[in-house]
């Protein structure tokens, strides 16, 4: 039983690490960020509904992989697939081009790191539920301002 459970401790480690960077020393968050802006480069969603069924199962699986972890802390610094959540809420609906991405990259990193209110408020929530919250209302406020700016770069054209 216990090899079993340090086998699945294991997966859900590289799971919520996303492959273990979440050990890297230093800003893995951010690091986190730019895998997801990769993958999301070479592999792009063509319509709002895939994106839409994609995060309805990834932030719940995710939230129970947090979970089934036992950590200390609120939200420890390993945990990066609130990161990558975060950065795939961020680039929902939009064109996954590289201006997109790296205007997408710098909103969702700010409102990651400033957290400005409401995403200070939902940090609070106990374990997965606080670690995916922040990261996914800054993605929906950065999701809103790559909108706003998209909006007025193609009013200027």
């Known amino acids: 039983m216990s090899i079993k459970n340090s086998i699945t401790n294991r997966f859900l480690l590289f799971l919520v690490t996303c492959g273990f960077i979440g050990y ?5 968050g951010t690091f ?4 997801a802006c990769l993958i999301l480069y070479f592999f792009s969603f063509r319509t709002l509904f895939a ?3 994609f995060l309805i199962f990834f932030v719940p699986f995710s939230v129970m992989c947090i979970n089934k972890l036992n950590f200390e802390g609120k939200d420890p610094r390993y945990i990066v697939i609130d990161e990558f959540a ?7 609906g939009h064109k996954t081009e590289i201006i997109n991405l790296l205007t997408g990259f710098i909103l969702f990193r700010f409102f990651d790191i400033v957290k400005p209110y409401p995403v200070k408020y939902v940090e609070k929530y106990k374990k997965g539920y606080g670690i995916m919250a922040d990261d996914v209302v800054a993605g929906i406020l950065a999701n809103i301002c790559l909108c706003l700016f998209i909006y007025i770069w ?4």
Request: charged residues 10%; neutral net charge.
């Open 24 to 28: 890297l020393p230093y800003i893995p």
């Open 32 to 35: 986190t960020s730019i895998l």
């Open 51 to 53: 994106w839409f069924i």
């Open 86 to 92: 975060g950065m795939f809420i961020t680039m929902a």
């Open 154 to 157: 193609d009013a200027f054209k």
